[in-house]
């Protein structure tokens, strides 16, 4: 099984990407499943049905929906396994700038709006400079110059990437999105692990303290000027 | 880099999805070619799926080669290799940078010295009323000052032997100045537009309908003609225009370059017919 993972924050055209991704690799005869991770509710899954492909929603409620995904990888593989899928796609609820959800044997792929400024690839962590391709979507909105500062300003935080511009709205570029995907050998193994350490956070707010002054909280605890330290028993 | 001698644009579907009459056509170097067609007939497309250097991978389905063969991944991609500069029809940047900076970050992705920024702003500036500061925020130039600071930019920095223009025409900046400074020597240059004066300065004309090319037309010897008078008319047309912004009054003199022997009730509706 080939598994791709797709980040990228909300709104910044994952959806819509895959979506013109997956028309194609259906017509290569590649058989794709996708999952879509959220927190709440999610709407993906209605646009993804149109696509006659097996789809699987989670929904993360009380956990970090990252952790929620990684934590049921093993039911994903399982589920396109059972769909007779040879490559599992994963969309991400993409909320958390801290976590990156890629393993070693995936093809990560972020995604990244580049109306978002030139300033955001810098501040957006390890899901955008562990991915193996970054895609960039908005294009069309912006003038070429932008479009050249931004490519410069995602080198410089993941120098090893691929990076492709692709446009939601009319699929342009997709096809070298679909090329990557069927052009690699990656295959997840039951031995999956992650590039990149989740943050730690076991601290009285992971577990529903709703109180906020600071005498409320045990754990893990980092303050403002960058000291970390433990509290508790 | 690679030499430009030519570019070739293979059609692919129009938006019902039925073949373009276009099948293949040849631009050279030294061209200036024009695109024409309603608002929303895909003039914008045509030139995104050029500037994307398209493989049958857009909406079009269009293909575009260069010097007859299939440009790389690096050709397309890479800024430091990149062929083509585009005047995209976009009027705003988005960027939360001062005016400086941008220039610098800019000239840095196309490996472009950085000596040049302060000539760069010069340039716009000949182009547009109030001047543009260095230290001016992107965000807040008017949408004059950003076209005419796209131009000097494409101009200057994205400088390249392909150059696509999206309607130059709007946010009143000064188009034959701009296009100028745009144009260069031995250019294949493709411009987008709805203006007479600039359809008729190019060579050839590509017509766009329903989102594809229906037809090339060269400029025939009477749009020659045509296009020397209708200079003439447009620079009356600028010269009134510099009059009416600096808060004067027109008079019946100021027609009379274009008109010289006509009363000056019928130059109006003459003009206005235009
Ligand atoms: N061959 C095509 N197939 C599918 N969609 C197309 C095609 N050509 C253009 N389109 C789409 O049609 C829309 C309008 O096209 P475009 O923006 O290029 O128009 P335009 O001629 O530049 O209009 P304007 O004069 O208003 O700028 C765009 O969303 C574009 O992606
Ligand atoms: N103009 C433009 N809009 C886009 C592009 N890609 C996505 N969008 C729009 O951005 C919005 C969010 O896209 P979606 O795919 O739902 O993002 P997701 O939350 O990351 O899955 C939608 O309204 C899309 O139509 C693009 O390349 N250009
Ligand atoms: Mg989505
Ligand atoms: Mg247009
Ligand atoms: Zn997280
Ligand atoms: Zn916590």
């Known amino acids: 099984m080939k598994l791709v993972i797709i980040a990228g924050t909300p709104g910044a055209g994952k959806t819509s990407i895959l979506i013109n991704t997956i028309k194609l690799l259906k017509g290569a005869n590649t058989k794709p499943a996708v999952v879509k991770v959220d927190c709440l509710a999610t709407d993906d899954d209605k646009r993804f049905a149109t696509l006659s492909i097996p789809v699987l929603t989670g929904l993360s409620r009380d956990m970090c929906p990252d952790h929620f995904s990684i934590y049921n990888l093993d039911e994903m593989v399982k589920f396109a396994d059972k769909n007779n899928a040879d490559t599992l796609i994963m969309e991400t609820a993409g909320l958390c700038h801290r976590c990156a959800p890629y393993t070693d044997n995936c093809l990560g792929i972020c995604v990244i709006d580049s109306t978002s400024g030139p300033n955001n690839p810098g501040k957006t962590g390890p899901f955008l400079s562990c991915a193996d391709i970054v895609v960039v979507t908005k294009g069309d909105m912006i003038s070429q110059a932008e479009r050249e500062i931004f490519r410069e300003k995602i080198l410089e935080a993941n120098p090893e990437c691929t990076i492709l511009d692709v446009n939601g709205l009319n699929g342009q570029g997709a096809a070298e999105v679909a090329k990557h995907i069927m052009a690699s050998d990656k295959k997840v193994t039951d031995e999956e692990r992650l590039r990149h350490n989740a943050p730690f956070a076991v601290c009285t707010l992971c577990v529903g303290e709703q109180r906020v002054s600071k005498k409320y909280h045990r754990g893990l605890l980092r303050n403002m000027n960058g000291f970390q330290e433990y509290i508790g028993e | 880099m690679e030499q430009i001698k030519n570019i070739t644009i293979i059609g692919g579907i129009d938006k019902s999805g039925k073949q373009e009459n276009i099948k293949c056509f040849d631009i050279a170097q030294g061209e200036i070619i024009g695109i024409v067609g309603p608002t929303g007939s895909g003039k914008s497309q045509l030139i995104s799926d050029i500037e994307q250097l398209s493989q049958k991978d ?22 430091r ?77 994205s ?51 329903n989102g594809g090319m229906t037809d090339i037309i060269d400029s025939s010897p009477e749009e020659k003609t045509i296009s020397t008078q209708l200079s ?22 100021d027609l009379n370059q274009i008109f010289p022997e006509l009363p000056v009730n019928k130059k109006i509706t003459t003009l206005v017919n235009y």
């Open chain 2, 58 to 79: 857009s909406s079009t389905h269009r293909q575009i080669l260069i010097n007859g063969e299939i440009p790389s991944s690096e050709l397309r991609n890479n800024p």
């Open chain 2, 81 to 157: 290799q990149k062929m083509v500069a585009q005047l995209s029809q976009n009027m705003n940047f988005l960027a939360d940078m001062n005016v400086r900076d941008f220039l610098l970050l800019h000239a840095q992705c196309r490996g472009k010295s950085m000596k040049n920024i302060d000539k760069i702003i010069y340039m716009a500036n000949q182009l547009t009323g109030e001047p543009i500061k260095p230290n001016d925020n992107l965000t807040i130039l008017s949408g004059g000052q950003t076209r005419a600071l796209m131009v000097a930019d494409v101009a200057v920095i």
């Open chain 2, 159 to 209: 400088e390249s032997p392909i150059v696509l223009i999206d309607e130059i025409e709007n946010a009143g900046i000064k188009k034959h100045e701009a296009l100028e400074l745009l144009s260069g020597y031995n250019k294949l240059i493709l411009i987008v537009t709805h203006d007479p004066v600039m359809a008729l300065s190019t060579q050839k004309r590509i017509i766009m309908k």
């Open chain 2, 232 to 253: 003439q008319i447009d620079q009356t047309m600028l010269k009134l225009r510099e009059i009416i912004r600096n808060g004067q009054h027109i008079e019946g003199k």
